[in-house]
Nanobody
Framework: QVHLEESGGRLVQAGGSLRLACAAS????????LAWHRRPPGTPEREFVA?????????YYADSVKGRFTISRDNAENMVYLQMANLKPEDTAKYYC???????????????WGQGTQVTVSS
C-alpha cells in the first residue's frame, strides 16, 4: 500500500507559478513511478500531466504542459513535486498524485491515488 497526499493548490493569476507537492508513505515508495494527473471542471476523466520514473532519470509530459511544468522527486523524503509556470486558465483542475509499480505504464496507470488538490487559474 502507498498513501499519497497532495498539497499546494490555490488560486493564482494567469502567468503565475505554483508548486504542488505530494507526500508518499507506505511500503516501497521508491519502487513506484509517480505521476500527476488532473481533472478539469466539468469533465469526468482525469488527464495525464507528468510522470517520473523510480530513479527520477526519466520524465514524461503531456503536450499541453511541456515546457511549462516540471516534475521532480526526492526519494530520500518520499516526495514528488510539480513545478508549474506560466499558468493558463485552462490549467484549472483538481490535481492528483498517482503511483504505480509498473514503470512502463507510468503515464497511463495509477494503482494508488491521492485525494487531489485544487488549482484555479484566473484570467
Amino acid at each position: 500500500q502507498v498513501h499519497l497526499e497532495e498539497s499546494g493548490g490555490r488560486l493564482v493569476q494567469a502567468g503565475g507559478s505554483l508548486r504542488l507537492a505530494c507526500a508518499a508513505s507506505g511500503r516501497s515508495v521508491g519502487a513506484h513511478a509517480l505521476a500527476w494527473h488532473r481533472r478539469p471542471p466539468g469533465t469526468p476523466e482525469r488527464e495525464f500531466v507528468a510522470a517520473i520514473s523510480r530513479s527520477g532519470s526519466r520524465t514524461y509530459y503531456a503536450d499541453s504542459v511541456k515546457g511549462r511544468f516540471t516534475i521532480s522527486r526526492d526519494n530520500a523524503e518520499n516526495m514528488v513535486y510539480l513545478q508549474m509556470a506560466n499558468l493558463k486558465p485552462e490549467d484549472t483542475a483538481k490535481y492528483y498524485c498517482a503511483a504505480t509499480p509498473f514503470e512502463d505504464q507510468m503515464t497511463t496507470r495509477g494503482d494508488y491515488w491521492g485525494q487531489g488538490t485544487q488549482v484555479t487559474v484566473s484570467s
